[in-house]
């Protein structure tokens, strides 16, 4: 009888990344509890938003840990995912997460400049830093439902498709209802720049999950 062998692949980096997001986690908890407390329910009471939708809104340190927390969990989700649709092609190598965390990391500081740009331009910063608060607020919360996933991948299931279906789904659900709280709050703004605002969606919006999908089913 011959020998099986098998490919052993090495965890250490993404329990490196988990522990790490952890850590983000844990700081944030400890220095703005309160806070921290108004956040975790933010998709059933928009108290968060309205209690902290401020001026230094975007650089509050709270913030910056929990946008830190979500870019690491997300760049490793879509690893995750994208390893388990590609099925025996898939790519296991440490680098394609570090490419993922760079395109992830540059696509949002991109998109946050160009946000900031237009609102220098239409004379409403403040409104355009509000809109920006509020959708990074939820996607922020989702990202705890990335970094459950995560640690399933990477301890438990790391082939599991039921997991991938079902974050997605709540990921989804998570910012499907921060962008509703986020048009209904702002009607009267949108409708002034309904076209711009249309624009937006198109090139910022979906534009990125159509490319994403065209990738999949490459």
Request: aromatic share 18%; net charge positive; with cysteine.
């Amino acid at each position: 009888m011959e020998p099986v062998y098998r490919t052993i692949i090495s965890n250490d980096w993404v329990t490196l990344v988990i522990l790490i997001s952890l850590v983000l986690l844990v700081i944030a908890k400890i220095l703005f509890a309160s806070r921290f407390m108004n956040f975790i329910i933010l998709p059933f009471n928009s108290k968060y938003i309205f209690m902290y939708n401020k001026k230094d809104r975007l650089i509050h340190g709270f913030h910056l840990f929990m946008t830190a927390f979500q870019i690491l969990n997300f760049s490793l989700y879509l690893y995750w995912v994208l390893n388990i649709l590609a099925g025996p092609s898939s790519n296991q190598s440490p680098l394609f997460f570090l490419m993922i965390l760079g395109l992830l990391l540059g696509f949002i500081l991109l998109k946050i400049i160009l946000q900031l740009g237009n609102a220098v331009v239409f004379d409403n910063y403040k409104t355009i830093s509000e809109f920006i608060f509020k959708k990074l607020s939820y996607l922020n919360y989702s990202s705890g439902i990335m970094f459950i996933s995560n640690v399933i991948f990477a301890y438990i299931n790391p082939e599991s498709l039921a997991i991938v279906y079902l974050s997605l789904f709540l990921i989804l659900t998570v910012n499907m209802i921060g962008w509703f709280t986020l048009i209904k709050s702002r009607q009267k703004f949108i409708t002034a720049y309904f076209f711009y605002f249309i624009l937006y969606l198109c090139a910022l919006e979906i534009a990125p999950f159509v490319i994403i999908a065209k990738y999949l089913n490459a």
